[in-house]
Nanobody, 119 residues
Framework: QVQLVESGGGLVQAGGSLRLSCAASGLIFSTNTMGWYRQVPGKQRELVAAITRYGITNYADSVKGRFTISRDNAKNTVYLQMNSLKPEDTAVYYC?????????????WGQGTQVTVSS
């Protein structure tokens, strides 16, 4: 059974920093692309950042230069370092694991962690 458990969310003032962590179990972590998504009420979930099994990263334009995604395959954990936070970064942040298996895209999600940035 795949489990993704996020931690590190909370309330922070604008300009501050937070570090999200996602601990994965029940999958071969190193073979998955790991990502962070976020969602606010009434809007679609959007990609924030992703990192492939080869360490290639991809960021939403809105977070480039402020957020950094990284992974530790030895700890089965992916991180999102968020600096210079803005009120518009307020959302529930979800961890995602994704891989192709026999031509089928497999997606797994965590339960989400709330990030609130006050102005």
């Amino acid at each position: 059974q795949v489990q993704l458990v996020e931690s590190g969310g909370g309330l922070v003032q604008a300009g501050g920093s937070l570090r999200l962590s996602c601990a994965a179990s029940g999958l071969i972590f190193s073979t998955n692309t790991m990502g962070w998504y976020r969602q606010v009420p009434g809007k679609q979930r959007e990609l924030v950042a992703a990192i492939t099994r080869y360490g290639i990263t991809n960021y939403a334009d809105s977070v480039k230069g402020r957020f950094t995604i990284s992974r530790d395959n030895a700890k089965n954990t992916v991180y999102l370092q968020m600096n210079s936070l803005k009120p518009e970064d307020t959302a529930v942040y979800y961890c995602n694991a994704r891989r192709l298996s026999s031509g089928q895209l497999l997606d797994y999600w965590g339960q989400g962690t709330q990030v609130t940035v006050s102005s």
